[in-house]
Nanobody, 120 residues
Framework: QVQLAESGGGLVQEGGSLRLSCKVS????????MGWYRQVSGQQRELVAS???????NYVDSVKGRFTVSRENAKNTMYLQMLSLKPEDTAVYYC??????????????WGQGTQVAVSS
């Protein structure tokens, strides 16, 4: 069974930084595109950043220039470096990964979420 585990959330002051990690474990053939979403209570989940297996990245406009997504394929781990944090970045952050199984089936998996809170 494939599992995703996030870490690195917490409470920071406005202008501070955090680094989130997402570790993928389990038996799989490959990890394809990975991404970070965030959700504020009562609102829809929003795609923050994504990264393909070859390192191509994409960001929502509100975080461009402040957040950087990266991955270490050898460690099955993705990161989100967040700088110049703003109160509006406060949310639960979820990582997701599209995984190809040994049989060739592609499935999407989600982590349990990690809370990021930015105080003004």
């Amino acid at each position: 069974q494939v599992q995703l585990a996030e870490s690195g959330g917490g409470l920071v002051q406005e202008g501070g930084s955090l680094r989130l990690s997402c570790k993928v474990s389990g038996i799989m053939f490959s990890i394809n595109t990975m991404g970070w979403y965030r959700q504020v209570s009562g609102q829809q989940r929003e795609l923050v950043a994504s990264i393909t297996a070859t390192g191509r990245t994409n960001y929502v406009d509100s975080v461009k220039g402040r957040f950087t997504v990266s991955r270490e394929n050898a460690k099955n781990t993705m990161y989100l470096q967040m700088l110049s944090l703003k109160p509006e970045d406060t949310a639960v952050y979820y990582c997701t990964a599209q995984v190809t199984s040994l049989s060739g089936r592609r499935s999407d998996y989600w982590g349990q979420g990690t809370q990021v809170a930015v105080s003004s």
